[in-house]
């Protein structure tokens, strides 16, 4: 993901205060700069870096800022940007792993105003929006909804209806997803490409849904995370490949690479169940109970099909806890 002091949104796709019945600078204003240090011998460090920039927003008028989780994930140091190009540090509160929301304290007293949280369920398809980045104006983008649906990502996670957006935004991580009326609903998560008319590629943004947060923001930020039993995790990275389920990649020191997956193996079953797609393979492994639990899984590989024993972790546990200032 490139830095996010070295580029600027062509000023065609930025958005313009006139479009809006809200005020656009205020809005923006409560959106943050994120730069985080992790480190090197973080679990997360190899795959997500040591050094990591993105974006966040006010959402209590006491320094609370959400944003996407990988930005924090296992930092030591968070220094947080304010739109008049102020920096204070920021100390990470807490990290749902189920969203995908991250949350910091900034670690001074700021004047700076919050960004009422939405309803992302009320949104519609074709609805213009702003993803709005940290600077302003001319590092946010005046997009439209173009899509809510189910997502599934290669790390066992699975949102039920994601919301994608559309042009992108370059510099995704932690972005605002504000809506017509001035509120926020969603933070932005990835880049995809999606395929439009004529089969030409278009770049759209992954926004996790606002709604996600309101039933875990209590507890992630009285404890850091959310309540109840967390999901069994197995450190497996799969993809789909002409209708098959195909790992791509593990964890190092994941339950999935101690029962001796590999990277190749073709995923046919859990527990007996068929599985077909990402979702249905991980909402399966979930359904097996909570983190601990052994999940029964049918392979094929070298022409040979195979029945293995997976014992789950949690994911949690492989992650190094925030420094405490």
Same mark, same amino acid.
């Given at each position: 993901?490139p830095s996010?002091s070295d580029?600027?949104?062509?000023?065609s796709?930025?958005p313009?205060?006139?479009?809006?019945?809200?005020d656009?600078?205020?809005?923006l204003?409560s959106?943050v700069?994120?730069?985080?240090?992790?480190?090197?011998?973080a679990?997360?460090?190899?795959?997500?870096?040591t050094?990591?920039?993105?974006?966040?927003?006010?959402?209590?008028?006491?320094?609370?800022?959400?944003t996407?989780?990988?930005?924090?994930t296992e930092a030591?140091t968070i220094w947080?940007?304010?739109?008049?190009?102020?920096?204070v540090?920021?100390?990470v509160l807490?990290?749902?792993?189920?969203?995908g929301f991250?949350?910091?304290?900034a670690?001074a007293k700021?004047?700076v105003?919050?960004?009422?949280i939405g309803?992302?369920?009320?949104?519609s @398809?074709?609805?213009r929006? /702003?993803v709005?980045? #940290? +600077?302003?104006?001319? *590092?946010?983008? =005046?997009a439209?909804?173009?899509?809510?649906?189910?997502?599934?990502?290669?790390?066992?996670?699975v949102?039920d209806?994601a919301?994608?957006?559309?042009?992108s935004?370059p510099?995704?991580?932690?972005?605002?997803?504000?809506g017509?009326?001035g509120?926020?609903?969603?933070?932005?998560?990835?880049?995809?490409?999606?395929?439009v008319?004529?089969g030409?590629?278009?770049?759209?943004?992954m926004?996790?849904p606002?709604d996600l947060?309101?039933?875990?923001?209590?507890?992630?930020?009285k404890?850091?995370?959310r309540?109840?039993?967390?999901?069994?995790?197995?450190?497996?990275?799969?993809?789909?490949?002409?209708s098959?389920?195909?790992?791509?990649?593990l964890a190092?020191r994941?339950?999935?690479?101690k029962?001796?997956?590999?990277?190749g193996?073709?995923?046919?079953? @859990?527990?007996g169940?068929? /599985?077909?797609?990402? #979702? +249905?393979l991980?909402? *399966?492994?979930? =359904?097996q109970?909570q983190a601990?639990?052994?999940?029964?899984?049918?392979i094929?590989?070298?022409?040979?099909t195979?029945d293995?024993?997976?014992?789950?972790?949690?994911r949690?546990?492989?992650l190094?806890g925030?420094?405490?200032?």
């Open positions: 993901m996010v580029w600027k949104i062509p000023a796709a930025q313009k205060p006139e479009d809006y019945g809200y656009l600078d205020q809005a204003a959106v700069g994120l730069r985080t240090i992790v480190p090197a011998d679990f997360t460090a190899e795959t997500l870096g050094e990591r920039a993105g974006h966040g927003v006010f959402i209590r008028d006491n320094g609370l800022v959400l996407i989780g990988y930005l924090i030591e947080i940007t304010l739109s008049d190009g102020r920096s540090p920021g100390h807490g990290y749902d792993q189920e969203t991250g949350l910091v304290q670690l700021l004047d105003p919050a960004l009422d309803q992302s369920s009320e949104t @398809v074709g609805e929006v /702003v709005g980045g #940290a +600077g302003g104006r001319s *590092r946010s983008v =005046a439209r909804i173009v899509a809510k649906q189910e997502f599934a990502g290669y790390w066992e996670y949102l209806e919301i994608f957006t559309a042009p935004h510099n995704w991580g932690g972005t605002a997803l504000i017509p009326t509120d926020l609903l969603g933070i932005g998560s990835l880049q995809l490409q999606h395929v008319d004529k030409q590629p278009q770049n759209i943004n926004i996790v606002i947060l309101k039933p875990v923001l209590d507890d992630l930020m404890t850091g995370n309540k109840g039993p967390p999901r069994p995790w197995l450190g497996l990275y799969a993809t789909e490949v002409e098959r389920l195909v790992v791509v990649g190092d994941g339950p999935a690479k029962a001796d997956i590999r990277n193996d073709i995923l046919l079953s @859990v527990a169940k068929e /599985v077909r797609d990402l #979702a +249905g991980f909402r *399966r492994i979930w =359904a109970g601990g639990v052994e999940v029964p899984m049918t094929y590989r070298d022409g040979e195979m293995l024993r997976i014992k789950s972790s949690e949690n546990r492989f190094k925030p420094s405490l200032h």
